[in-house]
Nanobody
Framework: QLQLVESGGGLVQPGGSLRLSCVGS????????IAWFRQAPGKEREGLSY????????YYADSVKGRFTISRANDKNTVYLQMKILKPEDTAVYYC????????????????????WGQGTQVTVSA
């Protein structure tokens, strides 16, 4: 079973930046892809960004395109989400998730395609 741990959340002013980390342990290389999701109070979980671990193809939701960047660290067990120009509406709990089968390539922002989830990290954007 893959264990995922997110970190890097916090309080930031509008227009600021944060970098979230998702560290995987266990059989990380058995997984096909990692994605970032978020969930704000009273809202459904939203897919934000996806990276295929074998070829590093990436996808972004329209809501974060141009502001967020997903990348894989050199140690290969960490995936980052660099967030810039943060807005109050970005406030949410951010989760990373791992896809074992590769099916998330076709539905990268469908949460049911993912097998393992982290516990989440809170991001609050407020003046």
């Amino acid at each position: 079973q893959l264990q995922l741990v997110e970190s890097g959340g916090g309080l930031v002013q509008p227009g600021g930046s944060l970098r979230l980390s998702c560290v995987g342990s266990g059989r990380f290389l058995d997984y096909d892809a990692i994605a970032w999701f978020r969930q704000a109070p009273g809202k459904e979980r939203e897919g934000l960004s996806y990276i295929c671990l074998s070829n590093e193809i990436t996808y972004y939701a329209d809501s974060v395109k141009g502001r967020f960047t997903i990348s894989r660290a050199n140690d290969k067990n960490t995936v980052y989400l660099q967030m810039k120009i943060l807005k109050p509406e970005d406030t949410a709990v951010y989760y990373c998730a791992a896809d074992l089968s590769g099916s998330a390539y076709y539905w990268p922002f469908n949460q049911y395609e993912y097998n393992s989830w982290g516990q989440g990290t809170q991001v609050t954007v407020s003046a």
